[in-house]
């Protein structure tokens, strides 16, 4: 069959179209892939180079299901977005090195569950409105898979010959041919970034695929003092055998003197006998540690000029480097003043304050 240039050139023009919109395809399906992995812990998932990529609208995602106390690649969430990006600016200081959209994707989808149809996988695979397209599905620090999908439309052939490029063939074997369906695709991640790119039959796709990013020393990663002067919206309203945590920016490894202060008040308004503790809880799930910090009884009475502060001052603890550090108030019993009960009575609310000091300090730093 012999085509005229016009007709080149509009399949041409057809093919680019549609690289277009799965390269648009890509970036919209950011969020979800941000959804994913954000609460990862892993270590290369404890990174403000991957939370400077997070938008406005993933924040709202991810911050709309998780507790106020939750973190994005490390990163506490604070009370809105505008703390989000403060706290990454705090942890980057002067530090230039950044990750591009296609790194972080990279890094991203190491995150990815292999053996789980994810939201991610299922926004791309809506988005793309491709008949040859890559889903990437799992990700190592060497190798990246791909489910690559081909859709027979008219008289494309099936199996279908395919040219691939941007590849090192000396690495990786891949398939002369596709069949209709999903065919798993794994390739070595290249040493400088490359366009992967299939083709055949005026069908095509390209994905842009990164070596692992050199990881930051400890000191460019994480910080060597935790500073909190504000409790995350809304303020928790705790009855007895509730609690609340404040997070802190990730710690490089040393030991830390903790101290905590604030002024709560109690709902209704009266005098009260609180019994509270105060721990510091490092790591997460089964590997978790707590450092019981003190706390004991305190007097709520502003009328009778007591200080109503609960607070502990240098307790020491050490801190593993990046992570998860938070600091947990419990109300163990709020009882009436009137009575002096020492016991865990639920006579009233306790509202912790906006405004809070919580400091951890390396010692030595």
Known sequence: MIFSRYQFLAVAVMASGLQGAHAAGVKDCDGALVKATYNRTDKQFVDWRLAEQVDESSYNSAKAEAAGNAVIYGVPMGANYG??????????????????????????????????????????????????????????????????????????????????????????????????????????????????????????????????????????????????????????????????????????????????????????????????????????GDKSKTVDLGGNTMDINASAGLPNVFQVSGVPAPIAAGEPVRIQLTINGVADHCCFHTSNHRDGTILVPESVQITLNRVGA
Not at 106 to 135: E, R
Request: net charge positive; glycine share 4%; proline share 9%.
């Open 83 to 284: 703390q989000f990006k403060e706290s990454i600016q705090t942890l980057k200081r002067s530090n230039s090195q950044s990750f591009t959209s296609d790194t972080f994707r990279n890094v991203a989808w190491t995150g990815l569950d292999p053996n789980a149809v994810t939201t991610y996988s299922d926004c791309l695979k809506a988005l793309s409105k491709k008949n040859l397209v890559f889903i990437p599905r799992f990700a190592t620090t060497s190798d990246i898979s791909f489910d690559l999908d081909y859709t027979v439309i008219g008289r494309s052939p099936n199996p279908l010959p395919v040219k691939w490029t941007g590849i090192e063939k000396k690495n990786n074997v891949l398939p002369a041919r596709l069949d209709a369906g999903t065919t798993p695709i794994i390739i070595k991640r290249p040493a400088k970034d490359s366009n992967l790119a299939v083709s055949g039959s005026g069908l095509s796709d390209t994905i842009i695929v990164t070596p692992m990013p050199k990881p930051l020393t400890d000191a460019d990663l994480y910080v060597n003092r935790c500073e909190i002067v504000r409790t995350p919206t809304p303020l928790p309203q705790l009855t007895p055998g509730n609690s609340t945590t404040w997070a802190c920016l990730p710690l490089q490894k040393g030991d830390y003197q903790v101290s905590v202060n604030m002024t709560p008040s109690v709902a209704p308004a009266k005098a009260v006998r609180v019994n509270y503790t105060l721990k510091l809880i490092t790591g997460s």
